[in-house]
């Protein structure tokens, strides 16, 4: 591709990780069969994007919707994300990955919890790749919860007036993370599925029909290649923005 670069590198990338279910029905496999080769997929990924010095990825793990699959499907997904959790946190540590998880996860079992708490404990002072995993996770929730806790902590006698962005913002689950600049759905499906609602509001959105199992580096690099050669104007016009990126 020899798009005009508009763009560097983004700096934050959200990722729907859809497809794992066709990916094995297509196979003659069991959904969980995808799911597992989801997992590699996503390993592969990280792999990758540590690689290149990434700065951030946040992936959608399980939507608060998803617990509407078949009972043993969704016991399956949490099975997978307990083994996957154990067998994977001590090589993302040695990358120097920092985890962290965002979503409702008083839901999930005490046992779930645990790990996810030990695994966001010991990754918590690397440097590298930040890997945002969300869990239960739905963008209405986000920003419901957001504003509970800022009228949590504001006094009785607040102006309304008073309450801007910023304050929802700080009470998000990604706070401290700039938004996500390029998001990206793997699996063909071009919607949000109540994906980070509020962050996305000006990030470049790419689809693809790749099902998540099969996306790898080099469709990553295609993802990141179209991104580059996007022309962000958050509501200028063209020539106020235009500048070419060396
Ligand atoms: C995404 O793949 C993974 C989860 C939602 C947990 P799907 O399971 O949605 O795969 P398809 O969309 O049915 O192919
Ligand atoms: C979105 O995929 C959630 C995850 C990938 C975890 P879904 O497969 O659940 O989305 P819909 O239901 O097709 O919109
Ligand atoms: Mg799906």
């Known amino acids: 591709m020899n798009a005009e670069k508009k763009n560097t590198r983004p700096n934050h990338v959200a990722i729907i990780m859809d497809g794992n279910g066709r990916w094995a029905e297509k ?65 993302l540590h040695k990358n120097n990955v920092k985890l962290k998880f965002i979503g409702e996860k008083s839901s999930f079992s005490k046992k779930l919890q645990e790990s996810i708490n030990n695994a966001e404990a010991l990754t918590s002072s690397n440097t590298g790749l930040c890997l945002n995993v969300a869990v239960n996770y739905s963008g209405r929730w986000d920003i419901l919860q957001a504003c509970r806790s800022l009228i949590n902590k504001t006094s009785t006698n607040l102006d309304l007036k008073d309450i801007n962005e910023e304050d929802i913002n700080k009470n998000l689950s990604l706070v401290g993370f700039n938004e996500p600049d390029l998001f990206i759905r793997t699996g063909g499906e071009q919607r949000i599925s109540n994906y980070l609602l509020w962050q996305l509001a000006y990030t470049e959105l790419y689809f693809t029909d790749t099902l998540w199992p099969d996306f790898d580096a080099d469709q990553f690099k295609l993802a990141i290649e179209w991104f580059e050669g996007r022309q962000r104007r958050f509501g200028k016009t063209s020539e106020q923005v235009k500048k070419v990126v060396q």
């Open 27 to 91: 196979r003659g496999l069991p959904r969980i069969a995808g799911h597992r080769a989801g997992v590699k997929a996503l390993r592969k990924l990280i792999e990758f994007a540590v690689e290149i010095n990434l700065n951030v990825i946040t992936v959608y793990a399980f939507s608060r919707e998803n617990w509407q699959r078949p009972e043993r499907e969704v016991s399956l997904l949490m099975d997978l994300f307990m083994s996957s959790l154990q067998s994977e946190v001590q090589d």
